[in-house]
């Protein structure tokens, strides 16, 4: 059973820094995609950022120069740097790994951005 283990939410000033962190156990098989998507209350669920096991990454256009991924070697464990954060980042940010043909998703980290 696929399981995620998820932390580094929290509240931050606009212009504040944030770090998530991800983990992925319980499958011996490859995470080909590990990363985040958020989601705010009546919108759809939108990628914010994703790397592949090659080292491939994936970025939304709106967090490009403020956001890294960092996925070292390809293993299960992935962290996404937030840096110059913007009112507008206030959301529930989703561990989403994709394994073998399939998707799969952590509970969630909330981050909230607001003076």
């Known amino acids: 059973q696929v399981e995620f283990t998820e932390s580094g939410g929290g509240l931050v000033q606009p212009g504040g820094s944030l770090t998530l962190s991800c983990v992925v156990s319980?499958?011996?098989?490859?995470?080909?995609?590990l990363g985040w998507y958020r989601q705010t209350p009546g919108t759809r669920l939108e990628l914010v950022a994703t790397?592949?096991?090659?080292?491939?990454?994936t970025y939304a256009d709106s967090v490009k120069g403020r956001f890294t991924i960092s996925r070292p070697n390809g293993e299960n464990v992935a962290s996404l740097r937030m840096n110059d954060l913007e009112p507008e980042d206030t959301a529930l940010y989703l561990c989403?790994?994709?394994?073998?043909?399939?998707?799969?998703w952590g509970r969630g980290a909330q981050v909230t951005v607001s003076s």
């Open positions: 989403n790994a994709y394994i073998k043909s399939s998707t799969y």
């Open positions: 319980g499958t011996p098989d490859l995470i080909y995609s």
């Open positions: 790397a592949t096991i090659l080292g491939t990454t």
